[in-house]
């Protein structure tokens, strides 16, 4: 039997945000180690594109997560397809990007709902299967704006930097009982999100030199710390948010 411990083979894993971007890149990642991975996302043409380019064990449940009323029942047509889920990544986001002056309680409350919130009751409602199997993973998606404030960044910046305190929270109330509940925050990644971030050369370039690494981050440097923290490999690493930035976070 082979070493085992950055395997995730045979795990169930569902991941949000998985239409696009970051979320889309792991779970095809993921997918590709064997493990039986379940994509979530709104659009439902995207996950259908992903499914019919995606090797392996795959699905796809169409939601939206900002429905929180509906988060339990969005578990069950997630459940319905693998079975229980033993790793959960949290990675769907939403960033408005509007000035604190600017933003309505409507845009704000979407953010929290999706950035936030969706990720809370979703590892509520997985974290009993886990405990009975006295293994599981909650990976959060955390930011550089968890602990850095950015231009008409205010309701992005309180998600994240509540999805820090919640990770720890989550240790602390779950990871006795077996589950690793952790977080990585990217630095910046091309993604649909960041698009505007990208489109101004200058402010990429500006980005990429505020890191100790002098490039801004590929969606395959996320691959390794994704495989650490869903792996019997980070055992006994719990309430961490690790920084996948370049050193942007050191400088």
Not at 12 to 25: E, L, N, Q
Not at 45 to 73: H, K, R
Not at 127 to 153: C, E, T, Y
Request: hydrophobic share 45%; with cysteine.
């Amino acid at each position: 039997m082979g070493d085992t411990t950055f395997s995730v083979g045979g795990k169930t894993v569902c991941i949000t945000g998985a239409s696009s971007g970051i979320g889309r890149h792991l779970a095809s990642h993921l997918a590709g180690q064997g493990a039986n991975v379940l994509a979530v996302a709104r659009r439902q043409d995207a996950l259908a594109d992903w499914e019919q380019s995606t090797t392996g064990n795959v699905a796809s449940v169409a939601a939206d997560l900002g429905d929180i009323e509906n988060i339990s029942a969005i578990g069950d047509k997630i459940a319905a397809h693998f079975g229980d889920v033993d790793i959960l990544i949290n990675a769907a986001g939403l960033n408005p990007r509007l000035h604190a002056s600017e933003i309505n309680p409507a845009q704000w409350q979407q953010t929290i709902d999706i950035n936030l919130s969706a990720s809370f009751f979703l590892a509520q409602k997985f974290v009993p299967a886990m405990q009975a199997k006295g293994w599981g993973r909650v990976i959060n998606f955390a930011s550089l704006q968890s602990r850095r404030a950015f231009a008409n960044g205010i309701a992005y910046g309180a998600s994240k930097g509540g999805v820090e305190q919640m990770t720890r929270a989550m240790a602390e109330a779950w990871s006795s009982t077996g589950i690793g509940c952790n977080a990585i925050a990217p630095g910046f990644f091309p993604t649909e999100l960041t698009a505007k971030v990208f489109d101004d050369a200058d402010l990429a370039k500006k980005n990429a030199d505020q890191t100790c690494i002098g490039r801004n981050g590929k969606l395959r440097d996320l691959e390794g710390p994704v495989m650490f923290l869903a792996s019997p490999a980070s055992d006994y690493v719990t309430g961490q948010v690790l920084f996948v930035d370049g050193g942007f976070t050191a400088k």
